[in-house]
């Protein structure tokens, strides 16, 4: 059996969110929670610190850079490692994720059938 892995998927798309969902979930050592918007993230991670946070970086009101940043300030979150999931895939675009302190970029649109694997593959590598 699989080491159960907390994830936290952040989107402000609704179907977005449930495909990324049923798509984490087909992982069944994948425990998920999502979150429409960065203030809801940021208040998730208080009561249920996720192992890793998957985080749209383009929405509305604080933004997924913004969403980061403001992790990275709180002692609770600062260590959680954040993947990025972006259509904004160019190398220089991936180059700012990485040094806002993203572990890693995922490119929209992801594959559903290969997200939790995709993801479990991450986890690992930022665990060594």
Same mark, same amino acid.
């Given at each position: 059996?699989?080491?159960? /892995?907390?994830?936290?998927?952040?989107?402000?798309?609704?179907?977005?969110?449930?495909?990324?969902?049923?798509?984490?979930?087909?992982?069944?050592?994948? &425990?998920?929670?999502?979150?429409?918007?960065?203030?809801?993230?940021?208040?998730?991670?208080?009561?249920?610190?996720?192992?890793?946070? /998957?985080?749209?970086?383009?929405?509305?009101?604080?933004?997924?850079? &913004? *969403?980061?940043?403001?992790?990275? /300030?709180?002692?609770?979150?600062?260590?959680?490692?954040?993947?990025?999931? *972006?259509?904004? *895939?160019?190398?220089?675009?991936?180059?700012?994720?990485?040094?806002?302190?993203?572990?890693?970029?995922?490119?929209?649109?992801?594959?559903?059938?290969? /997200?939790?694997?995709?993801?479990?593959?991450?986890?690992?590598?930022?665990?060594?």
């Amino acid at each position: 059996m699989a080491e159960s /892995l907390k994830i936290l998927y952040v989107d402000d798309e609704n179907d977005i969110r449930e495909i990324a969902g049923m798509a984490l979930e087909l992982d069944s050592d994948i &425990e998920l929670r999502t979150s429409a918007s960065g203030a809801d993230a940021l208040s998730v991670v208080q009561e249920w610190l996720p192992d890793l946070i /998957l985080l749209d970086v383009m929405m509305p009101g604080m933004d997924g850079p &913004e *969403t980061l940043a403001r992790l990275r /300030l709180d002692p609770v979150s600062a260590s959680i490692p954040v993947a990025f999931i *972006t259509a904004r *895939t160019q190398p220089e675009d991936i180059e700012t994720f990485m040094a806002l302190g993203a572990v890693s970029v995922i490119s929209k649109p992801f594959d559903p059938m290969t /997200l939790a694997t995709q993801t479990r593959e991450l986890f690992a590598t930022i665990n060594g």
